[in-house]
């Protein structure tokens, strides 16, 4: 059973996280040659504030 865990900032929308869902799990399957009904996708969405990179928050850093 594999499991992907993904970490990004949110504001991705449904669509996007769905397609990247799809491919994840297509090409892991491919790859490690298990079934695509084996493997589990997890997105964990973080706020830029919760985030910190090179000694400052994102949402400083990479402000919108």
Do not use: F, H
Not at 6 to 32: F, H, P, S, Y
Not at 44 to 61: F, M, P, R, T, Y
């Amino acid at each position: 059973m594999p499991v992907i865990r993904v970490e990004m900032w949110e504001g991705r929308n449904e669509d996007q996280k769905r397609e990247l869902v799809e491919v994840m799990t297509r090409e892991m399957a491919r790859i490690t040659n298990c079934s695509e009904e084996s493997i589990y996708i997890i997105i964990d969405e973080v706020k830029k504030q919760n985030w910190g990179a090179g000694g400052q928050l994102c949402s400083g850093k990479y402000p919108d």
